[in-house]
């Protein structure tokens, strides 16, 4: 008995400490220039992971796209006891935007096969979309259950949640199989620790072609990972037209930096007309409308 | 996200230039786990990079999880109802995070559970720890108990306690002092008993006991009736049930979060540690040992947190339109402060890494005893360093950490002696450090007789000959000149032959000792930076002048106060 839990997890650039060159003359982001971290928001999914993993028992297989160093927040998954991680790494995934990388990741957890639950942060802290979790979803055809701040309870068929929403909170049950996007409120990750560290500290990846059979979730929770999982396009049968920039509709038109600053504020006349007026400019402003 | 480890540019400094090469290969007995244990190294880089991964767990915990939750754990406090203690919400959570992080059995061998560090890394640990809450090293910094009864305790007793306490499932406590017992250990009057069938029982009163509450305390009690010296004690593992009641916890000016506990035995069963009548003499000996380096460290920990926070606040106030660090007063102190503290944690690190490599050969001899011929001069050797630095460290980083924070609060002024600010927090915390452990004055004389017998001289010179400090011979030359002063004082006073004022100018000799082997040590570290040399300059400059101004006292001969003081202190007018 037990779930079987998949997280995804995203390695982004550290937009808390971003220098000078962050941006290339282009408008796109220069990753180079950027320290990358563990997106914030999907450290709280794998913690509500591996809560629930143990409270349930089960297994935590963790999943990430992104470039070969992006290895790096797979390990920091495992540091903290996840049971299986794996890569989808493959140039031809470059430039997703967010439904190619939604693609990409339901082709991996068809991979995977067998889940119960599947959690991922809120948004990163990149793009804060917050589209990804819910598009998953959709494209596996099961309930989503977004901006979670807490679990309130779980038992093996299904799961009771507490959902963030613009004026309160409600609390939503769904059955299993579902998606939940989890925000940073929802506990405090817990650190690294200090055996795993050190037992999954140097381990390498090693890609894993479509004939790749192995029972991806390993029965035997003690036993120690040699290797991170990388799929490429074909490991996880893929159309490579949906995958990357080609599969990728959002063009990115210009990118501005907008600082916004304080100014004297201006008295609206409190009749009908100054609201109209109001109204009026706030729709040419395309803030309204 | 704050990580006091990655973000501490002088430990930092010292894990990259520490010389490590004989603890590893001690502590990894020739990386004989490397098959065996996922997790063991597999040689010195490998084990480096555990440290330093290690040390950064510590320090994302200590950062990012108990300095928040501080000054709220100092508010609440430990608190007594009904008999039994709880520990303030803070504590128990982040100690729910280290034991989480499987840090509980940080210096114990893989085999028993435990991740297998250094004491020098666990010094390290305990400081981080200790910046961010002086009272969470008190849980932290007592793995000393498990250390001990990996040390002493039977195969059987190792299996049975040891995985335990790595997994965090237990906390201890060391149970020493009593009522009429602190300093004086050796008038312990526990007593210890055996009921016909051998059982162990225990009764009587123990007193100051941090975490007496816990699930496993190592007792020290009289086994030998009619004896009064230190030789009629043994010491007991005692596992927490009915018949030992924790009267009351006592109400402290610091370290708050962490319960002070008066214990009553009631014919309590316990089982004996090792051998009968070595409980002070051997088993204790180590146990305080290893506590006094760690409230060192944890000093060199509170005066880091007040420091960083003095500094900023330096920066930040303008008073007479500049900052006050602008000011020749307010920068001497800061100057003073910071010089200090690097001086404490070289001290710090260079005795726990003498420590390391004295049981680091006590083990060898044990696993090897072929080798044991080989090793029994080296062993020797370091076990005289190792008894005189450790009053050493834990006298000067205790005595330190209390003039940090004191001139913390100093420079913050009126704010500082609010508890708006936290200062105020480092410093009813750090005055416990040169009290408990045995006082500031008990480490003089227990580090008094290695200075008279010329420890401290061998080990200067096996400085001289180990390093080339020609680079920095602006330095060293000084350096030189304190430790001939510290010579004449030492001859001086051995060869007087008088007891009393031996005595009388321990504490004195004690800190020009100090004084001269951090001048050492800093001119050890000033051949890695520019910027040490700076230190070493500024620490060596001071140094020099209070060394030889208390050579001149002792040469004085000068026994007015000896003679005295009764005129002084008995009467009035």
């Known amino acids: ?289 | 996200m704050a990580n006091f480890y990655r973000d501490n540019a002088d430990i930092l400094f010292h894990m990259r230039n520490l010389d490590m090469t004989r603890v590893i290969d001690l502590k990894e007995d020739g990386f004989s786990e490397k098959e065996s244990s996922p997790f063991a190294p597999k040689d010195e880089p490998d084990a480096l990079d555990n440290y330093d991964r290690v040390l950064e767990i510590v320090g994302e915990i200590a950062g990012d999880f108990a300095d928040p939750r501080a000054r709220e754990v100092d508010e609440e406090g430990a608190t007594f109802a009904d008999g039994e203690v709880t520990y303030p919400k803070g504590i128990r959570e982040t100690v729910a995070r280290i034991n989480q992080a499987d840090l509980a059995g940080f210096t114990m061998p893989r085999e028993y559970g435990g991740i297998n560090m250094p004491i020098t890394i666990f010094s390290a640990a305990i400081e981080i720890i200790s910046r961010a809450d002086a009272s969470l090293m008190l849980v932290f910094g007592l793995q000393g108990l498990s250390d001990t009864i990996c040390k002493f305790g039977s195969e059987e007793q190792k299996q049975r306690h040891l995985p335990r306490f790595a997994s965090g499932e237990v906390m201890g406590s060391m149970a020493l002092t009593e009522p009429d017992s602190g300093s004086d250990l050796q008038s312990v009057m526990l007593r210890a008993t055996q009921d016909e069938d051998g059982t162990w029982r225990l009764n009587g009163v123990k007193r100051f006991i941090t975490n007496g509450c816990g699930d496993i305390s190592l007792v020290m009690a009289r086994s030998e009736a009619g004896t009064t010296s230190g030789r009629g004690l043994s010491l007991f593992i005692y596992e927490r049930d009915q018949d030992m009641k924790v009267r009351r916890i006592e109400h402290k000016l610091g370290i708050t979060g962490s319960p002070t506990c008066e214990m009553q035995f009631n014919n309590a069963k316990a089982e004996l540690l090792g051998k009968r009548k070595l409980g002070l003499i051997k088993y204790t000996i180590y146990l305080m040992n290893g506590a006094r380096l760690a409230v060192a460290a944890q000093s060199v920990g509170i005066a880091e947190a007040a420091y960083r926070k003095a500094y900023a606040y330096a920066n930040d106030r303008t008073q007479f339109k500049q900052p006050i660090r602008d000011f020749a007063v307010i920068y001497e102190m800061l100057t003073d402060m910071k010089v200090a503290i690097e001086a404490s944690r070289s001290l710090v690190f260079e005795t726990s890494r003498i420590v390391d490599i004295k049981e680091g050969i006590e083990e060898r001899v044990e696993k090897h005893p072929d080798r044991a011929a080989d090793l029994k001069d080296d062993l020797k050797r370091y076990t005289r360093f190792a008894s005189l630095f450790t009053p050493l460290a834990k006298s000067l980083a205790a005595e330190m950490a209390n003039k940090v924070c004191y001139d913390a609060i100093q420079i913050h002024g009126g704010v500082g002696f609010t508890k708006e600010f936290d200062v105020e927090r480092h410093y009813r915390d750090a005055r416990i450090t040169n009290i408990y452990e045995g006082t500031t004055q008990l480490q003089a004389l227990a580090a008094l007789g290695g200075i008279i017998a010329g420890v401290v001289s061998e080990r200067l010179s096996e400085y001289e000959e180990s390093f080339n400090f020609s680079t920095v011979a602006e330095l060293i030359k000084p350096t030189q000149k304190m430790r001939s002063h510290l010579e004449m004082a030492i001859s001086y006073i051995k060869e007087k032959g008088d007891a009393v004022y031996q005595e009388f100018h321990a504490t004195r000799l004690v800190n020009m000792t100090t004084d001269v082997i951090n001048a050492y040590l800093l001119c050890q570290n000033a051949l890695h930076s520019e910027r040490k040399k700076t230190v070493a300059k500024l620490f060596i400059t001071k140094a020099n002048l209070r060394v030889k101004s208390t050579l001149d006292y002792i040469l004085a001969n000068d026994h007015s106060l000896i003679d005295l003081h009764d005129e002084v202190i008995d009467k009035e007018v």
């Open chain 1, 1 to 289: 008995m037990g779930l079987q839990l998949i997280v995804t997890v995203k390695q982004v650039p550290d937009t808390h400490n971003v220098s000078g060159d962050a941006m290339k003359d282009d408008g796109t982001v220069n990753r180079a220039a950027l320290p990358t971290i563990f997106n914030p928001e999907d450290l709280n999914a794998l913690e509500e992971a591996l809560q629930i993993k143990e409270l349930t028992g089960g297994s935590v297989t963790c999943i990430s796209m992104g470039p070969p160093n992006a290895v790096e927040v797979l390990k920091e998954c495992l540091y903290r006891g996840a049971d299986d991680v794996i890569l989808i790494s493959d140039r031809r995934f470059a430039g997703a935007d967010t439904l190619a990388t939604s693609y990409a990741l339901k082709c991996a957890i068809e991979r995977v096969g067998e889940y119960d639950l599947i959690l991922c942060g809120r948004q990163a802290i990149d793009g804060d979309t917050a589209q990804v979790g819910p598009q998953i979803a959709e494209k596996l055809n099961i309930n989503q259950l977004t901006c979670i701040s807490a679990i309130t309870a779980v038992d093996e068929e299904s799961i009771t949640v507490k959902r963030s929403v613009e004026d309160g909170y409600e609390i939503v049950k769904s059955q299993f199989p579902a998606l939940l996007t989890i925000t940073g409120t929802a506990n405090e990750p817990r650190p690294a620790n200090a055996k795993k560290v050190m037992t999954y500290k140097n381990i390498g990846k090693e890609m894993c072609n479509t004939s790749y059979d192995e029972s991806y979730i390993a029965s035997d929770s003690c036993a120690i990972l040699n290797h991170v999982k990388e799929w490429n396009v074909e490991a996880i049968s893929a159309d490579p037209e949906q995958c990357g920039l080609s599969g990728s509709p959002t063009k990115v038109k210009k990118i501005q930096s907008v600082v916004l600053s304080a100014c004297e504020s201006r008295q609206v006349a409190n009749s009908d007309a100054g609201v109209a007026e109001l109204i009026h400019e706030l729709i040419e402003e395309n803030i309204i409308g």
